[in-house]
């Protein structure tokens, strides 16, 4: 089964002024792999500066003028560059956004949900997808100001799987719901992913993760770290000390925390990034390049040997 999102070795710089006219370029994410694969559901987990958002914004095309962006970005095996990007957002590649600030405050919902189009056909299914996320047809007459926080969020949702997408990039689309709602979203997730579209579910919450996910993609300040299938956290197969640490801090891991914190973009050059918080790490992890190599039925980017990681 062929892709449909492939990420290949992304790299996202910015470009900044330092004192005077000193520039510098700012990696905030390097040599980012994945792939979504029809009918499946990727997680992205990561704490907040991972660079998660920013994934989302680059496969989209939506980067500042100050991006620069290496690797690349295939859709359906064929390149994504922003113009084409532009093509297919809101039609066959949609965003959750995080922001419940993406709504127009001028516009009402009905408005932007129909984006110009007229007849019965798009009415009715305006009609029919707020339904789904327990919304009442007359929310389509409110403006943003005049939703509470949790409909803000499920309009946007509703917006985004209008079209039927084949392509989801979920962008934290949970905060705010009770548990209800946020399980009803995630259930619908499924479902599409169900009829052949992909989900790429951006979140922090990898407890959240684990109930929906067929893989989840761990990310480290901007880097690859792990990718593991959602089974491999049950059974304890997870082969890099910051996904275990990820996992341990969740209650069935006891709420066992780390010491240190996630370093900012540009503050380790080379080497292991998590090197300085890691329990097993060795001079060589310090210095140089590490692969990004094959580990059982997932990825890893760890020096441990496979005995060691056992």
């Known amino acids: 089964m062929n892709p449909i999102l492939e990420v290949r070795h992304l790299s996202i710089s910015f470009l900044q002024y ?68 532009a093509r297919l957002r809101g039609k066959e590649i949609s965003l959750v956004p995080q922001g419940v600030n993406y709504l127009d405050p001028l516009m009402t919902v009905g408005a932007q949900l129909r984006k110009g189009e007229r007849g019965a056909e798009i009415k009715k299914r305006c009609r029919e997808v707020l339904a789904r996320y327990g919304l009442k047809e ?80 761990v990310l480290y300040a901007g880097e690859t770290v792990e990718e593991a299938s959602a089974s491999d956290f049950a059974s304890g197969k997870l082969r890099h000390p910051y996904t275990q640490a990820l996992w341990k801090a969740l209650p069935c891991g006891e709420f066992t925390a780390v010491s240190g914190a996630q370093p900012y973009p540009g503050e380790i050059e080379q080497g292991c990034l998590f090197a300085p918080r890691c329990p097993h790490c060795r001079a060589q992890c310090t210095s140089g390049e590490i692969p990004y190599h094959p580990a059982g039925n997932g990825w890893v980017r760890c020096l441990l040997s496979p005995q060691e990681e056992e």
């Open 18 to 85: 330092e004192s005077g006219f000193r520039r510098r370029m700012l990696t905030v994410i390097r040599d980012l792999s994945l792939t979504v694969l029809p009918g499946e559901i990727v997680a992205v987990v990561g704490s907040s500066g991972s660079g998660k958002s920013l994934l989302a914004h680059g496969i989209l095309g939506l980067l500042p003028y100050n991006a620069s962006m290496q690797g690349s970005i295939l859709y359906d095996g064929t390149p994504l560059d922003p113009a084409r990007a």
């Open 138 to 217: 007359e929310t389509q007459s409110l403006y943003p100001f005049e939703l509470s926080g949790g409909m803000a969020r499920r309009v946007l949702i509703s917006s985004a799987v209008l079209q039927s997408p084949r392509l989801i990039l979920a962008d934290e689309p949970t905060p705010g719901l009770d548990a209800q709602s946020a399980g009803r979203i995630l259930g619908h997730f499924r479902e599409m992913a169900k009829g052949g579209a992909g989900v790429l579910f951006i979140t922090h919450d990898l407890d959240l993760a684990l109930t929906v996910s067929n893989r989840v993609v």
